[in-house]
């Protein structure tokens, strides 16, 4: 009995009771959707704050702002070099196995809703409006929106500014502190919460979609689930070993919140948790302030397979010529539009939307062959988000000198004990 204390053990309860009521009842599973709902907005509340928190606090006690910049210059430059593979490994393993090949679907019309969306997205898919997307009307509209891109620029210009205005003893600086310890404490109530909102959120996407559709779009899924498992398991681990970590030791210390986000399709309710996991497994508090929210708005590898193997399939199984320099092409601009966001499930599917409104190279209608299996994929997604910024957290906590080694053994070693889960 002890082990159903444990917060996964009482995730993955949920999720297999959630499968069975979406196979044997889909209607009443289908009610079941406010319930993930809920738990999703619950943690969306206190994302902004608790980025403002731990960015300031990081920045406010950093002794050199020199390091911050060298930081930043390669949070950067990893990001874009990962991601970019990430998009590379999308798009060779859907030419090498054409998952669409043979459906001819050539005659689709593009759905409303769709069209709409794509229009909307894609009116704005510019770089000069992606950077200045990124500045707030005002210092509290960053957090009214939950824009989290915004609430990262705030952040540092607020920590930058505090390093250099206060002393280390500031009263705001203190205030910040505690506050941030009230928001974790309100988490760990939140927490109490996880298995119910991850049985609401399963049992609605099983019971909205049945089997029919998994059938028809198995090889597409099967493809997106073994590139996502290529890519953590080969590229990110070959980063972990680069670096001096074990992929497999960092994913048991992050195991409740595998289960998490593999129950919502949402990458941002784990936020909260990570922040505290990775500065108790021993990176820098200024690191882990500084590239876990940024990764939520630039590094999304997972983000970046899902549109090269969507945008593969549309072309294929439209029946539309796409050759390579067209894909090349298509490579360059998703560096671009797979950027910014959130990392809420169905946000991939609104930037292929745009990035295929903007671009016209392939036929909008090809949307509607995802639309059934988007809540799938983007379970894929948001896991492979969600690891690809653990990762980059600890190799660049690494390679900037920001790592306690034996923080780090201690939490992996506290992280295999057959403990009762501990609440923050």
Same mark, same amino acid.
């Given at each position: ?139 509290v509209d960053a957090f009214a ?97 680069? +670096?001096?970590?074990? #992929?497999? @030791?960092? &994913? ?6 595998? *289960?998490?986000? =593999? $129950? ?83 946000? +991939?599917?609104?930037? #292929?939307? @745009?990035? &295929? ?6 036929? *909008?209608?090809? =949307? $509607? ?27 660049l906590a690494r390679w900037e ?24």
């Amino acid at each position: 009995m002890k082990h159903l204390k444990k917060l996964h053990v009482q995730v993955i309860l949920a999720l297999l009771l959630a499968v069975a009521l979406g196979l044997g009842a889909p209607q009443t599973a289908m009610a079941m959707k406010p319930l993930g709902q809920g738990f999703i907005a619950l943690l969306k509340m206190l994302l902004a704050p608790i980025v403002f928190c731990t960015v300031v606090h990081g920045i406010a006690h950093a002794r050199d702002l020199g390091r911050l910049g060298r930081l930043g210059f390669k949070t950067l430059v990893y990001f874009e070099v990962v991601s970019t593979l990430a998009m590379a490994v999308g798009f060779v393993l859907v030419n090498v196995f054409e998952p669409g090949a043979g459906l001819h679907a050539t005659n689709l019309a593009e759905p409303e809703p769709i069209a709409r969306a794509a229009t909307a997205a894609g009116e704005g898919l510019t770089f000069a409006n992606f950077a200045l997307g990124m500045i707030p009307h005002t210092l509290v509209d960053a957090f009214a929106r939950g824009d989290i891109l915004q609430v990262l620029v705030v952040s540092i210009l607020a920590g930058i500014a505090l390093n250099q205005a206060v002393g280390a003893d500031s009263v705001i600086l203190r205030g910040i502190d505690e506050g941030q310890k009230v928001l974790f404490k309100i988490l760990g109530y939140i927490m109490r919460l996880a298995p119910i909102g991850a049985f609401g959120a399963m049992a609605a996407a099983v019971g909205s979609y049945g089997g029919t559709t998994l059938l028809y779009l198995m090889k597409l899924v099967v493809l997106y689930y073994a590139a996502s498992l290529f890519f953590v398991f080969v590229v990110l681990g070959a980063i972990c070993w680069y +670096a001096g970590f074990s #992929l497999m @030791a960092i &994913l048991r210390l992050i195991k409740d919140e595998l *289960l998490l986000v =593999l $129950g919502t399709a949402s990458g941002e309710v784990a936020f909260p948790r990570l922040v505290v996991k990775l500065k108790n497994a021993g990176c820098d508090e200024m690191v882990v302030g500084f590239v876990l929210p940024a990764g939520y708005s630039f590094n999304l590898d997972g983000t970046s397979i899902y549109m090269a193997i969507a945008i593969g399939f549309i072309a294929q199984a439209t029946d539309t010529p796409f050759s390579l320099m067209q894909q090349v092409g298509m490579l360059a601009v998703l560096m671009l539009t797979s950027k910014g966001g959130t990392t809420v499930a169905g946000g +991939a599917f609104i930037k #292929l939307a @745009a990035t &295929l409104q903007t671009l016209r190279q392939l036929p *909008l209608g090809g =949307l $509607g062959l995802l639309f059934g299996i988007d809540r799938l994929l983007a379970t894929a997604t948001a896991t492979v988000n969600m690891v690809g910024n653990v990762v980059a957290v600890f190799a660049l906590a690494r390679w900037e000198g920001g790592f306690d080694q034996e923080r780090y053994r201690a939490a992996i070693a506290d992280a295999e004990k057959p403990s009762p889960e501990k609440t923050t």
